[in-house]
């Protein structure tokens, strides 16, 4: 009698859910060790800037490639749906990680300091809009939101091309001097929201003989 082969291969697949889990903390790790470098002070004299810029970059990369999965879907026949939730909570943990750094450790919850960024600075407040944007979509994502929401549930998640122009304005706007990569995301987020603009196309339905 030959041995169950094939059940003992299901049993060794991953679950959709193990497999989002593992995605999402496999890339937390480079969170992880840009604190550990801060902390051991292997990033130079302002370690927070370092991380700052890195959680505030990642944020807006994980957040770029979850809008990417449906195009990638649509026109490239790739099927990542699976793991757009992960990378939509990715973005969000590190935009979160990017605010925490930032009121913490770089203003050191001083509210008159922060008070006098936001009043200074206003590419602070496009971020911080963007960020309660996704605060909102990681809140709903769950399948029991869903279920609550219903036909609101996608009205309230295409609020995420909102959150990616805002973060683009945020990012271009964030440094003091010429820097091209800011312009080159938002070049790309601007081709990835694009595609949403391109018609569906309806398959043609055989007329009755």
């Not at 370092?50 to 990642?58: N, P």
């Not at 990369?61 to 026109?75: D, E, G, H």
Request: proline share 7%.
């Amino acid at each position: 009698m030959a041995p169950p082969v094939a059940g003992r291969a299901r049993r060794k697949n991953l679950s959709p859910l193990a497999r989002q889990v593992l995605l999402y903390s496999l890339f937390l790790l480079p969170a992880v060790f840009d604190l550990v470098e801060g902390w051991m002070g292997w990033l130079g004299p302002k370690p927070y800037r370092e991380c700052l810029h890195d959680f505030g970059r990642y944020a807006f990369r994980f957040l770029l490639i979850s809008l990417l999965v449906t195009p990638l879907r649509r026109f490239g026949g790739i099927n990542l749906i699976l793991y757009r939730r992960p990378l939509g909570l990715l973005a969000f943990t590190y935009a979160a990680l990017h605010i925490t750094l930032y009121l913490t450790w770089a203003r050191e919850l001083d509210p008159i300091r922060i008070w006098g960024d936001f009043i200074t600075r206003p590419f602070l407040v496009f971020g911080l809009l963007a960020f309660v944007i996704l605060c909102v979509l990681a809140a709903t994502s769950t399948r029991k939101s869903i279920m609550r929401l219903g036909k609101r549930w996608a009205p309230l998640h295409k609020t995420v091309y909102v959150a990616m122009v805002l973060a683009c304005v945020h990012y271009s706007l964030a440094f003091k001097v010429w820097h091209v990569e800011p312009f080159i995301y938002a070049a790309i987020a601007a081709v990835v929201l694009a595609t949403r603009l391109v018609p569906k196309t309806q398959k043609n339905r055989p007329t009755p003989g």
